[in-house]
């Protein structure tokens, strides 16, 4: 099993540039999370899928950010325009979404904005 | 929200068992209890989680007081390899909210 695949491992870009970072679940996982993580606020809950449907994307920081799931074994976290405010570690992760099983993560996509 | 607290850090000598509390008083009769751990750059790991009972797997122990409202992990040989930081995490559903965890540090 490859575990929950991110792409890029790093990005840095220009203030104002769109950004797409992107995540493979594990196969057969129903259930998808993006989190982000700063030193300041530590791992936040941005927007989770459940069987490629937003369910609560309440951590959404603002309408810059938008995600997609446009089928099972795929999404995306879009940011436009990015800033500088947006660096960070951003992490995704899956679940079969039974109501105890554990979340897996992949190792996070870091993103610097100048 | 988190519902959880635990020490910002620990230290524990190389070899020896190492325990890390968390209290959960809020918890509801339904919510896991889970644990997991971040090893610098690396995305969070899953350890084990438990409900009611004291659990065991091959990387840890888990032990939950009767009354649920705290529990104990533990690490029975820490290696360094062990050094990251640790979340514990009360959970009914699938939404997991990261508090800032007890860095644990293992100490050659």
């Known amino acids: 099993d490859a575990g929950v695949i991110q792409s890029p491992r790093h990005e840095v870009t220009e203030m104002g540039q769109e950004v797409t970072l992107r995540c493979k679940p594990i196969?057969?996982?129903?259930?998808l999370f993006w989190y982000r993580q700063t030193m300041m606020r530590g791992l936040e809950l941005l927007i989770y899928?459940?069987?490629?449907?937003?369910?609560?994307d309440s951590g959404m920081p603002e309408d810059r950010f938008s995600a997609k799931m446009p089928n099972a074994s795929f999404s995306t976290l879009k940011i436009q325009p990015s800033e500088p405010r947006d660096s960070a570690v951003y992490f995704c992760?899956?679940?079969?979404?039974?109501?105890?099983?554990?979340?897996?993560f992949g190792n996070g996509t870091r993103l610097t904005v100048t | 929200d988190a519902k959880t607290t635990q020490p910002p850090s620990m230290d524990c000598a190389e070899g020896r068992a190492a325990n890390l509390p968390c209290n959960h008083s809020?918890?509801?009769?339904?919510?896991?209890v889970y644990w997991y751990r971040q090893i610098h750059s690396q995305g969070p790991q899953y350890i084990i989680h438990?409900?009611?009972n004291n659990e065991t797997n091959e990387m840890a122990s888990l032990i939950i007081t009767e009354d649920r409202k705290s529990s104990t992990l533990i690490l029975p040989h820490a290696t360094l390899r062990d050094t990251a930081v640790y979340y514990c995490i009360v959970s009914l559903g699938n939404q997991f909210y990261f508090g800032t965890g007890t860095s644990l540090t293992v100490i050659p």
């Open positions: 899928f459940n069987n490629n449907v937003p369910i609560d």
């Open positions: 809020t918890i509801s009769g339904n919510e896991y």
């Open positions: 438990g409900l009611k």
């Open positions: 196969s057969g996982h129903n259930s």
């Open positions: 992760a899956s679940t079969f979404g039974q109501p105890n099983s554990p979340l897996h």
